[in-house]
């Protein structure tokens, strides 16, 4: 039996970066009547909030997706396995915090990509609104957002890689999000508040669950988007309460993220016609772009057993140590346990005459051979590193028209023979950085890929039998001017009224680093142009 439940305003499919900024934000206005529905439970589990329980959930899977790309062909055949968030707060409340804006000219390169208005001059301001800077005061920098942002204290073997990078010729960078090129070595920065995490869940939505016009529904998987003369009208989603279609008088928002937005399009007969006739999906709207566009990040890594150095692998060994770092984080809410998937970053071009950074290097105060297998019983620490803007780009199909059914990933990932070119490098760099001292003098053995592992021939061999996701998958339903392009620059989805996306899938281009931030600029951006369409 279906139960109609039909008097909001907004519907909003998808409760994690960007839906909890969307709840919030469109339920400001106290006549607007918001429904945000959300496939995972609350995010009340400690580990979400305490920095370092990312590791601890990563390895796990609990709040997970699980998801796995199709064998990716040069990646020795490999699946990968994908994350995502099924929790509110979405990958925004299990990903590693750390927090970049991204590089100004990431920015002004969606412009150019027909993501109009989307420049940095005309995005900075809202970068500076949606951050709490906990650092020292800088004009180019937020200090009343929703979102903190703090540098935690680093580690000895995070210094030393930093003064290891300067001797490798890297210059040093104070502050990744001043509106500067990022480039350069320096400490990383988390979305903390207070050592806890400061997701969006927390800080947008938690202060507006009181509202009487909000409802958010958690355990809802949305199914369908319900589409009616050219509109959307509402969706349909199974609740703890059974299969309810919600309706939405102003407008449907999805905000299910890279790959569940694509896969809910075209469930919802919204994609590439062929794709929907050969899932036996009628088409409401041929839409080819949806689905393709796919982006991510690429990471390899040096794992490296250091002299005792004050790693997390010999502090987790130790009970009293371990008791320490407890007490270290209850009292000054500092120390390890605030720390997220790294301690430092590296930014560095790595082809003569680049005019920016191509590569990132980010230093990890832990090791392991794999996250299922746990710490290494000794002393060790990792670098991850990866190429920025790759060129390769995948797709995302359905496996079936049914919605417990996973759709297939394809990456692609180094298909494009320029990212072959930049991830070469930036491995070539990672070792120059540590033959430099102080870092150098630190470490014991090189566990992966090991010292002989010299030539292009050799790295590439360790990049395709071990390289995984940053877990950045974006683009999937690209905003632009042209043709293919699903959204238009305010994000509505052409050729159906009452639809708007606001999401990873949105990105035309995949932007430098980490990408949750922009995601947030995402969704604030939405719930603008929402308001201001009345
Ligand atoms: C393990 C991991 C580590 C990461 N580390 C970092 C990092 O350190 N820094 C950084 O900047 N970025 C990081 N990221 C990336 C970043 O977190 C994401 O890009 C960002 O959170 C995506 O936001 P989103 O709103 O697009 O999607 P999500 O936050 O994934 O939200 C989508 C939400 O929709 C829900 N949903 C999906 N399908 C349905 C459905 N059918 N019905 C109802 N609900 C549904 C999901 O459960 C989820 O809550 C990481 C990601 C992961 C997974």
């Known amino acids: 039996m279906i139960d109609i439940i039909g008097d909001a305003d907004f519907v909003i499919a998808g409760g994690g970066t960007a839906g909890c900024i969307l709840a919030a934000r469109l339920s400001e206005d106290p006549a607007a009547k918001v429904i945000l529905l959300e496939a995972g439970p609350p995010d009340r589990d400690k580990w979400i909030h305490i920095p370092m329980g990312y590791a601890k959930l990563f390895g796990s899977g609990v709040y997970d997706w699980r998801y796995e790309t199709e064998p990716e062909p040069n ?22 915090l750390v927090y970049l804006r991204g590089s100004p000219r990431d920015y002004d390169r ?14 900075e301001p809202i ?21 903190h942002v703090a540098v935690p ?20 960078n104070p502050d990744w999000n001043n509106g500067k090129p990022i480039d350069g070595v320096g400490p990383i ?31 809802a998987i949305t199914t369908r988007i319900v589409i009616a003369e050219g509109r959307a009208t509402g969706v349909v989603a199974m609740t703890p309460a059974g299969e309810q279609t919600f309706t939405a008088k102003r407008q449907v928002v999805v905000c299910t993220g890279a790959i569940e937005t694509p896969k809910l399009l075209m469930l919802s007969g919204i994609g590439d016609g062929a794709h929907l006739a050969e899932m036996g999906i009628e088409t409401r709207l041929h839409s080819p772009g949806v689905g393709r566009n796919l982006q991510d990040h690429l990471v390899a890594k040096f794992i490296l057993r250091t002299k005792p150095c004050g790693t997390i692998n010999e502090i987790m060994r130790n009970p009293l140590r371990q008791a320490k770092m407890g007490l270290d984080y209850l009292f000054t809410r500092n120390g390890p346990l605030s720390v997220g998937a790294g301690e430092a970053n590296a930014f560095a071009r790595v082809t003569p005459g680049a005019e920016e950074a191509e590569a990132q290097l980010l230093f990890v105060n832990f090791a392991v051979i794999t996250y299922q297998a746990g710490l290494l019983p000794h002393p060790g620490v990792m670098f991850n590193f990866g190429q920025c ?48 001292r102080p870092l150098a003098n630190l470490i014991e053995e090189e566990l992966r890929p090991g010292t002989d592992t010299r030539d292009d021939e050799a790295y590439l061999r360790h990049i395709r039998a071990t390289a995984s996701t940053v877990f950045h ?47 947030m600029l995402v969704a604030e951006r939405a719930a603008t142009f929402l308001r201001m369409a009345g």
Request: proline share 8%; charged share 25%; glycine share 10%.
């Open 75 to 96: 990646l020795d055949d490999r699946r990968i396995h994908w994350p995502r968030g099924k929790v509110l707060g979405g990958s925004g409340s299990v990903n590693g």
């Open 110 to 123: 969606w412009a150019q990509a027909g993501a109009t208005g989307w420049s940095y001059d005309a995005v």
């Open 127 to 147: 970068f500076r609104s949606i951050e709490h800077w906990e650092g020292d005061p800088s004009d180019a920098r937020g200090a009343e957002g929703k979102v």
């Open 153 to 172: 204290r680093m580690a000895p073997a995070a210094a030393a890689f930093i003064e290891s990078c300067v001797a490798a010729g890297l210059p040093r």
């Open 189 to 219: 920065q988390l979305n903390t508040r207070r050592g806890r995490r400061s997701s969006t869940a927390q800080e947008y939505l938690r202060p507006a669950m009181g509202r009487q016009n909000l409802r958010v529904i958690t355990g």
């Open 389 to 436: 803007r790759p060129d390769s780009r995948g797709r995302i199909t359905l496996r079936s028209p049914n919605i417990e059914d996973k759709p297939r990933i394809r990456a692609n990932y180094l298909e494009h023979p320029n990212d072959v070119r930049v991830i070469l490098e930036a491995a070539k760099l990672s070792r120059r950085v540590m033959e430099q």
């Open 473 to 519: 998958p974006c683009g999937t339903v690209r905003m632009g001017t042209d043709d293919q392009a699903p959204l238009d620059p305010t994000l509505r989805l052409k050729g159906i009224a009452g639809l708007t996306v606001a999401d990873a899938s949105a990105f035309p281009l995949i932007p430098s680093p980490n990408i949750q931030p922009a995601v």
